[in-house]
């Protein structure tokens, strides 16, 4: 689990081909690796990745084609490979976003990015599948970072940026066209189930 409070910006500073898929080295000088072990989970750019090898300030992780094709971003080649990161998030660890999976729900595409006083309107269209699940003032994930929605329009959302988020994460780089990777909050899919799926017999004990 994680909260969509972004760690550092990492870099992906190489990418190899595999069988079905590929690996990445991210460099990653401004977030705390001395806690990470091989196995653990990192998110990139919203992604939950597993951390294959570790070496200083770098380390490598391995991403499926099912995967790569689900999700934007994590092939380093846009915005010269910088990705947000975030560790994932121990039960002693203050709760300042929302609960995020790290699991993505679908790819967004910006409509809007422009300037609004000192702050910025970030407006995104989801794909009509999550239209439902994204509420105004609700929390929605993007880019791995956690947002406040300020508006909803069918599947259009709004969101004001303020210069802090934009400092520290890579959502400086967007520009309408951009794809990003969009997780809805885990509390609209849960009540979603609870509304349709069909009644099941009482558990037994």
Known sequence: MFTGIV???????????????????????????????????IAHNGVCLTV???DGGRYCVEVSRETLDCTAGLDGRLNNGEVNLEKALRLADRLGGHLVSGHVDG???????????????????????????IARKGSITV???SLTTNAVNGSEFSINLIPHTLQVTTLKHLHA??????????????VERMLTAPGDPPLSG
């Not at 190899?16 to 989970?41: F, W, Y």
């Open 7 to 41: 760690s550092a910006l990492g870099k992906i500073e190489q990418v190899e081909n595999l069988a079905k898929g590929l690996r990445l080295t991210v460099a990653a000088p401004a977030l705390d690796l001395s806690d990470v072990a091989l196995g653990d989970s």
């Open 52 to 54: 294959v090898s570790i």
């Open 177 to 190: 066209g951009a794809r990003v990777n969009l997780e809805i909050d885990l509390i609209a899919r849960y």
């Open 143 to 145: 880019n791995g970072v």
């Open 107 to 133: 790819v967004g595409e910006v409509l809007r990015f422009a300037p609004v006083g000192e702050s910025h309107e970030l407006v995104i269209r989801a794909p009509a599948n999550l239209a439902k699940y």
